[in-house]
C-alpha cells in the first residue's frame, strides 16, 4: 500500500531539510514549519498558489537516482514535503487523492531545478526529470503522520 515514510520541513530555503513524524496541513498556506508555509521558499509566490503547498516524491526515484549517478543523493538533498513508497506521483497530476485525512490535489509535476542542481549536482537537471516529484494543492486541513496511506480518491459520477 502507498504510504508516507518521511516528512521534511526547512524553515529557511538554505536552512536544513529537518524529518517531523507529523505536520499540519493547511490549506491556501502549506504545511506548518516549512518556508512556503512563511512565504520564504526560494521560488515563493505571492500571492501564494495552490502548486506552492506541498510537495511530494517517490523514494524509489530518489534511491533509482542515487544509483544511476553514483552520487550519495539522498530525500532530504531533494527538499520535497513528504517522501512516499508505492505511489505512482506522476499518475496524480489533476487527481485528488488522500494522504491520511488531508485532500489533496495533484497540480503539476516538480521537475528539478538549477537551484537544487547548486545546492547538489548539476546530474540531478537531467537524472531526476519526471521523476523529481508532485507539487500539490492542499483542499483540507487536518495532521499528515508519517506512515499515512495515500490513496486516490475516486472519481465522482
Not at 518521511?6 to 524553515?11: D, F, M, N, P, R
Not at 489533476?94 to 509535476?109: C, K, M, Q
Request: glycine share 12%.
Amino acid at each position: 500500500m502507498a504510504h508516507v515514510v518521511e516528512i521534511l520541513t526547512a524553515e529557511s530555503p538554505s536552512g536544513p531539510a529537518t524529518p517531523r513524524e507529523s505536520v499540519r496541513a493547511v490549506p491556501g498556506q502549506g504545511l506548518e514549519g516549512d518556508r512556503y508555509f512563511a512565504g520564504t521558499g526560494t521560488f515563493s509566490p505571492h500571492p501564494q498558489r495552490p502548486d506552492f503547498e506541498i510537495t511530494l516524491i517517490q523514494r524509489e526515484h530518489v534511491e533509482a537516482f542515487a544509483r544511476e549517478s553514483g552520487l550519495g543523493f539522498t530525500t532530504r538533498d531533494a527538499r520535497r514535503n513528504l517522501v512516499t513508497v508505492g505511489a505512482d506521483l506522476n499518475a496524480l497530476v489533476g487527481r485528488e487523492f488522500t494522504v491520511g485525512s488531508v485532500r489533496i490535489r495533484g497540480v503539476r509535476l516538480c521537475e528539478p531545478c538549477s537551484y537544487l542542481a547548486k545546492q547538489t549536482s548539476a546530474e540531478v537537471l537531467r537524472g531526476l526529470v519526471h521523476r523529481g516529484g508532485l507539487r500539490a494543492q492542499i483542499l483540507t486541513p487536518g495532521e499528515i503522520r508519517v506512515g499515512d496511506p495515500l490513496l486516490e480518491v475516486a472519481p465522482g459520477p
